[in-house]
């Protein structure tokens, strides 16, 4: 059931994608016409009953701005997932509940003051909570350089580096006390970190088009990194289907937790 919501999505991809659409997204005249801004809007849902049961929901909105003087970016995103696990109750029975398997919301802004045409000083602030992450929540603020290495009508690849700051809870610490496994809290962490940031974008057709963003958050205690890459194709001049792919790693776990989270998304996506 999982696989056949994805299938028909990549058909509609590669179908789209060999069409001309009618309606092509935004230009650049649009943002030009209200100082810049432009944004997105996207949300997937899906919901399965029978033999098995799981309900998945994700959304995600971003805001941008680019002109002579800033390039500024702000966002916003939620994932939530329930599905049925296998439990322990109080007499050693082995039973099905249908619990949370995934609550993760993060958000974050970064302003930028063109020097140049190409380069760029850049401030920057992300939050993330996460009830089933390596940590519980993490926050970082930075400042430091950007470059827009290529820009034109079908490529942009930009560029940000510098120092910062983060700060983080790790996960709860299972722990076994009088045979009784229970969590235990864990001591918030700060320290200094290298920020960087590679953003690329390419059309593939007038319809079609790829993104593919790398965040890195490295201290010497923990190393965070994140992939986002994501396959979209307008169906109109404002909505659009998209396929997205993430990857998030963190080197400080606890045991029995995993470094590295994947997450793939179907979504719809309205653009404004």
Same mark, same amino acid.
């Given at each position: 059931?999982?696989?056949?919501?994805?299938?028909?999505? #990549?058909?509609? &991809?590669?179908?789209?994608?060999?069409?001309?659409?009618?309606?092509?997204? @935004?230009?650049? %005249?649009?943002?030009?016409?209200?100082?810049?801004?432009?944004? %997105?809007?996207?949300?997937?849902?899906?919901?399965?009953?029978?033999? %098995?049961?799981?309900?998945?929901?994700?959304?995600? &909105?971003?805001? @941008?701005?680019?002109?002579?003087?800033?390039?500024?970016?702000?966002?916003?995103?939620?994932?939530? @997932?329930?599905?049925?696990?296998?439990?322990?109750?109080?007499?050693?029975?082995?039973?099905?509940? +249908? =619990?949370?398997?995934?609550?993760? /919301?993060?958000?974050?802004?970064? #302003?930028? /003051?063109?020097?140049?045409?190409?380069?760029?000083?850049?401030?920057?602030?992300? *939050?993330?909570?996460?009830?089933?992450?390596?940590?519980?929540?993490?926050?970082?603020?930075?400042?430091?350089?950007?470059?827009?290495?290529?820009?034109?009508?079908?490529?942009?690849?930009? +560029?940000?580096?510098?120092?910062?700051?983060?700060? *983080?809870?790790?996960?709860?610490?299972?722990?076994?006390?009088?045979? #009784?496994?229970?969590?235990?809290?864990?001591?918030?962490?700060?320290?200094?970190?290298?920020?960087?940031?590679?953003?690329?974008?390419?059309?593939?057709?007038?319809?079609?088009? +790829?993104?593919?963003?790398?965040?890195?958050?490295?201290?010497?205690?923990?190393?965070? /990194?994140?992939?986002?890459?994501?396959? =979209?194709?307008?169906?109109?001049?404002?909505?659009? &289907?998209? &396929?997205? +792919?993430?990857?998030? /790693?963190?080197?400080? $776990?606890?045991?029995?937790?995993?470094?590295?989270?994947?997450?793939?998304? $179907?979504?719809?996506?309205?653009?404004?």
């Amino acid at each position: 059931m999982k696989k056949t919501p994805l299938a028909l999505l #990549v058909f509609a &991809l590669l179908a789209a994608s060999g069409v001309q659409a009618q309606s092509t997204p @935004s230009d650049d %005249s649009d943002a030009a016409n209200n100082g810049g801004w432009s944004g %997105s809007g996207e949300f997937g849902f899906a919901s399965a009953r029978g033999n %098995s049961r799981s309900e998945n929901l994700n959304a995600k &909105l971003g805001l @941008s701005q680019e002109n002579e003087l800033w390039k500024n970016n702000f966002f916003l995103n939620g994932l939530r @997932s329930k599905g049925e696990v296998t439990v322990e109750d109080a007499a050693g029975n082995t039973i099905n509940r +249908f =619990s949370t398997t995934a609550n993760r /919301y993060d958000g974050g802004a970064s #302003v930028g /003051y063109k020097l140049d045409p190409r380069s760029y000083i850049v401030s920057a602030v992300r *939050y993330e909570h996460d009830d089933f992450g390596a940590n519980l929540w993490q926050g970082t603020v930075s400042l430091g350089y950007g470059y827009i290495a290529l820009k034109n009508q079908r490529t942009e690849l930009s +560029f940000e580096i510098g120092p910062g700051y983060k700060r *983080y809870r790790p996960a709860n610490e299972l722990q076994d006390v009088g045979g #009784v496994t229970v969590p235990v809290r864990q001591d918030t962490v700060g320290e200094g970190v290298a920020r960087g940031l590679v953003n690329y974008k390419y059309r593939l057709t007038d319809n079609t088009a +790829f993104e593919d963003t790398l965040l890195l958050e490295a201290g010497s205690k923990n190393k965070y /990194y994140q992939n986002d890459a994501g396959l =979209s194709v307008s169906m109109t001049k404002k909505m659009a &289907l998209k &396929l997205g +792919f993430q990857v998030r /790693y963190n080197s400080d $776990t606890q045991p029995g937790t995993k470094s590295t989270d994947t997450l793939t998304t $179907t979504n719809l996506v309205y653009n404004f």
